[in-house]
């Protein structure tokens, strides 16, 4: 886990990882299961003690992130799925990629996502593409900053 701890104005920490097999650790073709290609996000939430965590999970990384948010809800205090994948909790992770070939088109697909594994709320980065970190950096910062104001009970 790649950890750059920066205070931000609103006093939050900022650490960034990368999955096993993804620039540190083990060769991808050496995790046999999901778990093993989250053990770094996994390690890193069980060294946290109290402190909780916002998880921004992007396109694939959606499947990692339910999994930790799974086995560490008292961690957690909101996962984001920024244009992501998002797994149910009763089929395999897989389940949501077979999906996506089923479905018309990119906003069938999200409705269908929306519909399998509700989610407290739907927050829409205005004319962002799929890469909105790129294509509308401002109006994603307010709006994981607005998450962070809404989710979260204590600072972390």
């Not at 650790?25 to 770094?40: F, I, M, S, V």
């Not at 992007?58 to 984001?80: C, E, N, Q, R, T």
């Not at 909790?89 to 906003?107: C, D, F, M």
């Not at 409705?111 to 399998?116: A, D, F, G, V």
Request: with cysteine; glycine share 6%; net charge positive.
């Amino acid at each position: 886990m790649l950890e750059v701890k920066k205070e931000n104005r609103s006093g939050l920490c900022l650490s960034m990882g990368s999955a096993t097999a993804l620039g540190f650790g083990t060769r991808l073709e050496k995790n046999q299961t999901l778990k093993d290609y989250c053990k770094p996000l996994l390690e890193f939430l069980s060294s946290l003690g109290s402190d909780k965590v916002i998880l921004v999970a992007y396109s694939m990384g959606g499947v990692s992130a339910a999994l930790p948010a799974d086995i560490f809800p008292h961690k957690v205090a909101v996962v984001v799925f920024l244009t992501a994948f998002m797994p149910n909790t009763i089929n395999p992770p897989a389940y949501v990629l077979q999906k996506k070939h089923s479905t018309r088109g990119p906003e069938d697909y999200k409705r269908w996502m929306n519909r399998n594994f509700p989610v407290k709320e739907v927050m829409e980065v205005k004319d962002a593409d799929h890469m909105a970190m790129f294509s509308q950096p401002q109006e994603l910062c307010s709006l994981l900053l607005e998450v962070e104001d809404k989710y979260t009970y204590t600072k972390l």
